[in-house]
């Protein structure tokens, strides 16, 4: 520990976030099945953030237009809930059913260029141009993807250089109220809503509805329904890992099977918003891990487990961050996390798009009985 203590020290990636027992403090809160004495406390606070978030609601006023309809994909929740590789699974079934997908982000954590807001994701760009999750996105599936603040206009830079895209899925987007959607999709994991309150007094960006709209549907990516709204399982499976190169080349041949690295103690690295459910995954396949938990969206600019570490397995997201490092002294195994969305939930948006050849471009396959 005290070598990990000296690592964390010398890489910004692992040191303590300002404010990191505040943080800290604030979880153990928020992830309750209902709120405590110190949650109620804080409820006066969330009183305001709710006032705030319906001033700069109206300010939004109604939404832009957007060239082709828009789905999108997010949380109700702060920190990851399995979103992205909802986007991912989205983008390929609608690929599979006769459309065209792109797709829009803001790309948390990048830093673009002054007067290059709006950026096209190419292979080649760095997570600092166009931040990790959209660039793992374009590269798990191929599609065209722009980042922009304001998601707007990144549709529009999307639609005008690739006129052939049909429908847009926007990665997280649900509380951007100035961008026109035809359906939402909102994911949560096992940890649903937490205590229900808003912030800061819980985990929750907008309140969870008390019946579904009619346009929304929810995707569960645990192995239960975690709130009271209906919703589609849409577990996340964990069987195979590939090496860092071979993932960086797209040789999904070069996967073996997770359970190759049971009997021998390799270190889990997370820069995620929930690290805590990737190490359980881990755990839950029978590995034995050293937990390594970093920044969500953390920028490596060097190897940031302690030296003399010899197997590392991490998240698809840290890998096109660690992709990029010249030299690593240790075999990073990457650990793709996959979801398939269930044929019902694919008919039902498919089904609230607006075009109207929608129903015709539906494959007519039910699932295998």
């Not at 374009?138 to 052939?164: D, I, K, N």
């Not at 100035?178 to 096992?190: G, H, K, P, Q, T």
């Not at 805590?276 to 920028?299: I, K, N, S, Y």
């Amino acid at each position: 520990m005290r070598e990990a203590g000296k690592a964390a020290a010398a890489n910004p990636a692992q040191r303590p976030r300002a404010g990191g027992a505040l943080e800290r403090w604030l979880n153990g809160l928020w992830w309750q099945p209902r709120p405590g004495v110190a949650a109620w406390a804080l409820w006066p606070l969330s009183l305001v953030y709710r006032a705030l978030a319906a001033v700069n609601r109206r300010r939004a006023g109604a939404p832009e237009p957007t060239p082709v309809p828009v789905i999108v994909v997010g949380n109700l929740v702060v920190g990851g809930a399995g979103k992205t590789p909802v986007v991912i699974a989205l983008v390929q079934a609608l690929r599979a059913n006769g459309w065209q997908p792109g797709v829009i982000s803001r790309g948390h954590g990048r830093h673009p260029a002054p007067g290059a807001d709006v950026v096209a994701v190419a292979r080649g760009s760095t997570p600092s141009e166009v931040g990790d999750e959209p660039l793992l996105i374009h590269r798990r599936t191929g599609a065209p993807v722009f980042v922009a603040r304001r998601r707007p206009a990144a549709a529009s830079a999307l639609c005008a250089t690739h006129p052939e895209v049909d429908v847009i899925v926007s990665d997280d987007g649900l509380q951007h109220h100035a961008l026109a959607r035809v359906a939402e999709v909102i994911v949560f994991d096992d940890r649903g809503a937490g205590n229900g309150l808003l912030l800061p007094a819980g985990p929750l960006r907008q309140p969870l509805p008390h019946a579904l709209p009619p346009r929304v549907r929810i995707a569960y990516t645990g192995q239960r329904a975690s709130t009271r709204l209906p919703g589609t399982l849409v577990p996340r499976s964990v069987t195979q890992v590939v090496s860092l190169g071979a993932w960086s080349a797209g040789d999904g041949a070069a996967a073996q099977p997770l359970a190759s690295l049971r009997g021998r103690r390799v270190t889990a690295l997370a820069g995620i918003g929930a690290p805590e459910q990737f190490f359980r995954m881990l755990e839950a396949a029978g590995l034995t891990v050293e937990r390594l938990a970093c920044h969500d969206h953390a920028a490596y600019a060097q190897a940031p487990w302690p030296e003399g570490t010899r197997e590392v397995v991490t998240t698809e997201k840290d890998a096109v961050k660690l992709a990029r490092l010249p030299r690593l002294d240790a075999t990073v195994w990457v650990l793709p996390l996959d979801c398939e969305l269930p044929h019902a939930l694919v008919r039902d948006l498919l089904a609230l798009l607006p075009n109207a050849d929608a129903r015709t471009k539906v494959r007519a396959q039910e699932p295998p009985r």
